[in-house]
C-alpha cells in the first residue's frame, strides 16, 4: 500500500503541541478560495517551476531531466508514492524531540483522510512505537474513514470554515453538513480535538459567532485557534501554472482580537490565535 506525500515537514510547530513532524498528503475533496496548500489539492503528481530560483544551470534542458536535477532546485516534483515502511523511519528520527517537547507526529494534507486505509495503518505503527499522534482534516469524509483511524489517533485538528452551509459552498464549493456532523461524532467519542478557524475577511468573518454557539455544547475541545489569513502561497499558484484564488484582503490584528474575544465569551473553552 502507498500514499501520495508531497511534504514531509520535520520541527513543525504549529499543527499540534510540541515539535512535531508533519505528512503532507496530496488530494483533498475542497477548492477553498484561501488555500495555501495548491500543491495538495489533486492527488496526481505535479511539477512546479519556481522562477525566481531560476539559476540557469541549464539542467532542465537535458535529456532525462528529473526535478532531482535541477541545481537551484527551481523546479520542484510535488507528489511521491511512499509506503509506511518508507515513512516510518523519516518520522522516527526526531522522538526524543517529540519527548521533550510534548510533540509527536501529525497527518496532514490536502486531506489525508481521502487515504485512510493508509493513514491508519501508519498511526497504528506510530502508536506501537509510543508516537504522540494527530490528524489534521477539514471534517469532509465518510464516518467510515474516521472509524479506521480513531484507535489511533491522539488529537484531531479540526478544520471549521463556516457555519452557514451557502457560505460555505462559497468558499469551498462544498456543503459542510457532513463536517458539522463528523465533528459532533467525535465529540460524542470522547475524542480530544482542536477546533482551527481560518478567518478571511469578506468571505467568513462573519461566521465567528454562529460557530461559536454550534461549539459551546461540545464536551471533548481542547482549545480553538483562529487562524488569521495570510497570502503566502502566491508564488505557489504561478509555480504550478494554477489560477490564483487567493483573497486581496488581510485581516488586521483589531479583527483577529475581536473574533478571539467573541469566542471566548460564548464559549469555556481556551482560545488562541
Not at 4 to 25: M, N, W
Amino acid at each position: 500500500m502507498t500514499a501520495a506525500i508531497f511534504e514531509i515537514k520535520r520541527f513543525a510547530v504549529h499543527d499540534g503541541d510540541g515539535i512535531r513532524t508533519t505528512v503532507f498528503f496530496k488530494g483533498c475533496p475542497l477548492r477553498c478560495v484561501w488555500c495555501h496548500n495548491p500543491e495538495g489539492l489533486t492527488a496526481i503528481p505535479q511539477t512546479a517551476h519556481y522562477s525566481h530560483k531560476c539559476i540557469g544551470c541549464g539542467e532542465c534542458k537535458k535529456e532525462g531531466f528529473t526535478p532531482e536535477d535541477c541545481l537551484g532546485e527551481a523546479t520542484v516534483l510535488y507528489g511521491k508514492e511512499m509506503t509506511v515502511e518508507e515513512l516510518l523511519p523519516i518520522l522516527l528520527e526526531d522522538r526524543d524531540f517529540y519527548e521533550t517537547s510534548g510533540g509527536g507526529v501529525t497527518l496532514s494534507g490536502g486531506e489525508c483522510l481521502m487515504q485512510a486505509d493508509f493513514c491508519a495503518e501508519l498511526l497504528k505503527k506510530l502508536k506501537e512505537n509510543e508516537i504522540h499522534t494527530a490528524v489534521d482534516t477539514c471534517g469532509f469524509v465518510s464516518k467510515e474513514s474516521l472509524d479506521k483511524v480513531i484507535p489511533y489517533t491522539d488529537v484531531f485538528l479540526y478544520d471549521i470554515k463556516a457555519y452557514d452551509e451557502e457560505v460555505h459552498i462559497k468558499c469551498t464549493e462544498v456543503s459542510n453538513r457532513i463536517i458539522l456532523e463528523n465533528l459532533a461524532y467525535l465529540d460524542s467519542l470522547n475524542k480530544k480535538i482542536e477546533v482551527r478557524i481560518p478567518y478571511v475577511p469578506d468571505y467568513n468573518d462573519d461566521q465567528i459567532e454562529k460557530i461559536a454557539h454550534f461549539l459551546a455544547p461540545l464536551q471533548s475541545i481542547t482549545k480553538i485557534r483562529v487562524l488569521p489569513y495570510h497570502n503566502y502561497a502566491g508564488s505557489k499558484y504561478k509555480a504550478l501554472d494554477i489560477v490564483n484564488t487567493l483573497p486581496e484582503k488581510l485581516p488586521t490584528d483589531e479583527e483577529i482580537k475581536i473574533a478571539v474575544e467573541t469566542i471566548k465569551k460564548l464559549t469555556n473553552f481556551v482560545v488562541l490565535s
